[in-house]
Nanobody, 124 residues
Framework: QVQLVESGGGLVQAGGSLRLACAASGRTFSSYSMGWFRQAPGKEREFVTGISWSGSSTRYADSVKGRFTISRDNSKNTMYLQMSSLKPEDTAVYYC?????????????????WGQGTQVTVSS
């Protein structure tokens, strides 16, 4: 198992930007595909974006395409989520997750390790 810690959340106005980071412990970070999920109050956790172990393959939810960018730096055991043109509906707790599946998964059941989450609040 890999331990994950998110950072970078906060309060931002609509149209603004934030960058989240997910730091992983252990020496096997590069063997995991990674993902970001989010959960808004009263809603189910949903897939936001994912990235393969090498970073060569990514997937995005339709709701964030063109606004969010996922990346990773395996030398730093860290994954990032650059969020731009933020909307109030992006308000949620954002979680990073790690998966042993060798493709970019989009379902939460494919991910075995989760961070504690970081709050993102977008004001209108």
């Amino acid at each position: 198992q890999v331990q994950l810690v998110e950072s970078g959340g906060g309060l931002v106005q609509a149209g603004g930007s934030l960058r989240l980071a997910c730091a992983a412990s252990g020496r096997t970070f590069s063997s995991y595909s990674m993902g970001w999920f989010r959960q808004a109050p009263g809603k189910e956790r949903e897939f936001v974006t994912g990235i393969s172990w090498s970073g060569s393959s990514t997937r995005y939810a339709d709701s964030v395409k063109g606004r969010f960018t996922i990346s990773r730096d395996n030398s730093k055991n860290t994954m990032y989520l650059q969020m731009s043109s933020l909307k109030p509906e992006d308000t949620a707790v954002y979680y990073c997750a790690a998966s042993r599946i060798p493709v970019v998964a989009t379902t939460s059941s494919a991910f075995g390790s989760w961070g504690q989450g970081t709050q993102v609040t977008v004001s209108s």
